[in-house]
C-alpha cells in the first residue's frame, strides 16, 4: 500500500497518541504511592502483554513464528527492563519534567552509538551539531541541582535514556530490524513480565499490600491505553500514512510531559531549564535531520519511529 500524506484526521490522532505518551511520567509517579518501581514495571507489561497479543491475533499479524531472532529479542527484553526500573526509579528523586527531557534524549545516545558501531550510518556534520547542541541543553538542566537525590534521580532517568538506545542499536544490528514492530515490542514487554517478580523478589522490593483507585487508573492507563491501544493505532498509522510526516510528531511527548509535571505536581520551570528543553529538542532535530530528498528523509523517519516509539 502506497503511504497516504497526512491528512487531518491522522494529525489529529497521532497528535492525541503523543499527549498520551507524554503523560506517562505523570502517571507513572503517581503509580509510585503504591506500587514500586520493579513491581509497577512487571505490571504495565502483564496488562500490555495480553493487550498485544489480542491485537496480533485479531490483526493476523505472524509473529509467533522461530525465525532467529530469539536471541536477541530477549536481550532487547532485558535492556527494556532494566530501562523502566530505572526510570520509574528516577521518579522517586528528581521531577516528572525532568526525567522526561532526560528520557527523551535517547536519540542523542542512539546518534552517538550508531557513529561508532553501525558503519552505515556514520553522522554527517549537522547530526555531529545537533548532538552537541543536545549535549549542552542536558548539561544545562543538570546544572544547579540542590541536593544529591536528585542528581540520584537525573542520572538514572539518563542510563534510562543510554538503554533505551542500546535498544535501538541492538535492533538496527541484529535481525530484529526485519521483525514485525509488534513482535519486538511483544519480546520487550513479555521479558519484563516474568523477569520483573523475579527482581522485586532478589532485590527485596516490598511485595503491594493495597492497591488505590488511583494505582488500578495509573497501571490500565500504561497497560491498555498506552501499550494495548496507542500502539495499535500506531501501527495502523505507520502502514498507511507518509513516515516523514509522521516524524515531525515525536518532539510532542517531551514538551507535554513537561507541561504535565507542572500541571499536576506544580513542578516550577526556571529559566535555565526551558532553555535545557529548547536547546535538547533542537539538537535532536538537527540529529534526526532527513539526509537528502523525500524518499531517503521518510525512510529514515520510518527506521526512526518503529524502533524508537516501542519503549514509551
Known amino acids: 500500500m502506497k503511504a497516504k500524506a497526512l491528512d487531518p484526521f491522522a494529525a489529529a490522532l497521532v497528535f492525541v497518541l503523543c499527549v498520551i505518551w507524554g503523560f506517562n511520567q505523570v502517571v507513572a509517579k503517581l503509580a509510585l ?23 496480533v491475533l485479531l490483526t493476523r499479524r505472524r509473529v509467533f513464528e522461530i525465525d532467529g531472532t530469539e536471541a536477541a529479542g530477549a536481550l532487547t527484553g532485558a535492556l527494556f527492563t532494566v530501562e523502566f526500573i530505572a526510570l520509574y526509579e528516577s521518579l522517586r528523586f528528581t521531577t516528572v519534567g525532568r526525567a522526561t527531557v532526560f528520557i527523551y534524549s535517547t536519540p542523542f545516545f542512539v546518534a552517538l552509538g550508531a557513529a561508532f558501531l553501525l558503519k552505515d550510518e556514520r553522522l554527517r556534520p549537522i547530526q555531529w551539531v545537533g548532538l552537541g547542541v543536545a549535549f549542552l ?142 536547546l535538547v529538542l533542537a539538537g535532536l532535530a538537527l540529529v534526526n535531520w532527513p539526509r537528502g530528498g523525500r524518499k531517503a528523509g521518510g525512510a529514515a523517519a520510518r527506521q526512526f519511529i518503529a524502533e524508537n516509539r516501542k519503549s514509551d
Not at 33 to 55: E, K, N
Not at 158 to 186: E, H, M, S, Y
Not at 232 to 238: A, K, R, S, V, Y
Not at 262 to 275: C, D, P
Request: proline share 4%; hydrophobic share 60%.
Open 33 to 55: 504511592a503504591d506500587l514500586g518501581p520493579i513491581a509497577q514495571t512487571g505490571a504495565r507489561s502483564a496488562i500490555g502483554f495480553v493487550c498485544v497479543v489480542a491485537y
Open 137 to 278: 541543553g542536558v548539561v544545562c538542566a543538570l546544572v544547579g541541582r540542590a541536593s544529591g537525590g536528585e542528581l540520584i534521580g537525573d542520572g538514572l532517568a539518563l542510563f534510562a535514556a543510554a538503554l533505551w538506545g542500546a535498544t535501538t542499536l541492538l535492533i538496527k544490528a541484529t535481525p530484529l530490524r526485519r521483525a514485525d514492530p509488534a513482535k519486538v515490542l511483544l519480546y520487550q514487554i513479555g521479558f519484563a513480565t516474568l523477569a520483573a517478580p523475579l527482581a522485586a523478589y532478589a532485590l527485596g522490593e516490598p511485595a503491594p499490600t493495597h492497591l488505590s483507585a488511583m494505582t488500578v487508573a495509573a497501571l490500565l492507563w500504561q497497560g491498555v491505553l498506552v501499550v494495548g491501544v496507542s500502539y495499535g493505532l500506531w501501527f495502523w498509522t505507520l502502514t498507511r500514512y507518509a513516515a516523514a510526516q509522521l516524524s515531525a510528531f515525536t518532539f510532542v511527548s517531551p514538551v507535554v510531559g513537561v507541561f504535565a509535571g507542572w500541571l499536576v505536581f506544580g513542578e516550577t520551570i526556571t529559566g535555565g531549564f526551558a532553555l535545557a528543553i529548547v
